[in-house]
């Protein structure tokens, strides 16, 4: 792939891109030259805490007061004026729909007042794209790999064949690795995003102490409702008999919890493994923050004689570096979205 690419006429040998996320309740605003990272500012909605969850109408309006001083700061940072940029790439989806309409339009009135391209990304490519990102630690997996994406909304595991080639041959039927974690810290009431907290109470905890449902699905499809259901059964049975089992056990149930779903992720991984000939594994998304998943996660790689890629912690969760390192792979493309372009709530590869 040639390095050099036009735009405009003019030769350009690594972009300045800017990128701009908005998926979910994280605004983030990052600038890329080619495919190092100058500025990755991250504001999070801390709004949502109280409620247990994302409440959709209160995350577009963080956004809309969020987005310019984001993007402000990521100029500052970068060092950069606006009229530097050579294109702007945002978040089409998948995410929530009022959410990713501010980051859209935002970076489409941008494009188009400094007159450049506007790039279009997927968030779950950009989450394993993220392995590309350059710096001092860059340890990016070779073609073709297979990914495993964990995040709040999705799970998949998906074969990379090349930066912008990529099928997904495995994916949740119901809730997310994400959701599975944080459903059940809201139970354990735990606040809100409840995988960190879970895996840290975890770490001084019995993992052998006690089990939980095997879903049986299809292939390297996964299914989480039903081990969420036997984790609330477990407890409800429990907190009847001893109405302290909670606090009483809570770092054993969140080390025998997170070892289940991390079992459970690992199996369909090596299962994938075992069909898919790759020398390389990679995680991704914001459930690989997870400590237990990492380690186990290099572990089988060993075990397989095959290397593994987890990233920096933060490129784990949403961020918009990651956005940017695709906009890099499509602007070598010269792949630049219409100014028609409107996000998607879904949005399948
Ligand atoms: O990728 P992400 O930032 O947002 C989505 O696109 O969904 O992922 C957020 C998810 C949340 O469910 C959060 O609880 C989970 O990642 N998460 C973790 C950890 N850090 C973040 N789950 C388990 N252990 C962690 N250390
Ligand atoms: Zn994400």
Redesign the pocket.
């Known amino acids: 792939m040639s390095a050099k690419v036009t735009n405009n006429n003019t030769e350009v040998d690594s972009p300045l891109i800017l990128a701009i996320e908005s998926?979910?309740d994280?605004t983030s605003a990052a600038v890329l030259r080619g495919n190092r990272v100058l500025s990755n500012i991250i504001a999070n909605q801390d709004v949502h805490r109280e409620f247990g969850g994302v409440v959709p109408e209160l995350a577009s309006r963080e956004h809309q007061k969020n987005i310019v001083p984001v993007v402000d700061q990521a100029l500052k940072n970068a060092g950069i004026s606006k009229h530097d940029l050579n294109a702007i790439a945002f978040t089409e989806g998948p995410?929530l729909m009022g959410s990713l309409l501010v980051g859209g339009s935002f970076a489409k009135t941008f494009a188009l007042s400094l007159g450049i391209p506007l790039i279009a990304v997927d968030?779950m490519k950009a989450?394993i794209l993220a392995h590309f990102i350059d710096d001092e630690e860059r340890n990016a997996p070779e073609f073709p790999f297979l990914n495993l994406t964990?995040?709040?909304?999705?799970t998949q595991i998906v074969l990379v064949e090349e930066p912008l080639k990529m099928t997904i041959i495995g994916k949740t039927i119901d809730d997310?690795?994400?959701?599975a974690?944080?459903k059940a810290?809201k139970i354990l009431n735990l606040g809100?995003?409840?995988?960190?907290m879970?895996?840290?109470l975890a770490k001084t905890g019995d993992a052998s102490k006690f089990s939980y449902a095997n879903p049986k699905t299809d292939g390297f499809d996964f299914s989480f409702s039903g081990i969420k259901t036997s984790f609330l059964y477990h407890l409800q049975k429990e907190m009847k008999l001893n109405s302290e089992f909670i606090s009483e056990n809570l770092n054993d149930i969140c080390a025998s919890y997170?070892n289940h779903l991390v079992s459970y992720l690992l199996s369909k991984m090596e299962e994938a493994i075992l069909v898919h000939n790759v020398k390389d594994i990679a995680l991704a998304?914001?459930?690989?923050?997870?400590?237990e998943?990492r380690t186990r996660f290099q572990e089988l790689a060993k075990k397989h004689g095959i290397r593994s890629h987890v990233p920096k912690f933060e490129y784990?969760?949403?961020n918009a570096a990651m956005i940017g390192i695709v906009g890099y792979f499509k602007y070598l493309n010269s792949d630049f979205a219409g100014f028609s372009v409107m996000p998607k709530a879904r949005l399948h590869f």
């Open positions: 998926s979910c994280d995410g968030h989450h964990v995040s709040g909304g999705h997310a690795a994400g959701e974690f944080d810290a809100y995003p409840g995988g960190p879970i895996d840290k997170q998304g914001g459930v690989s923050a997870n400590s998943l784990c969760t949403d």
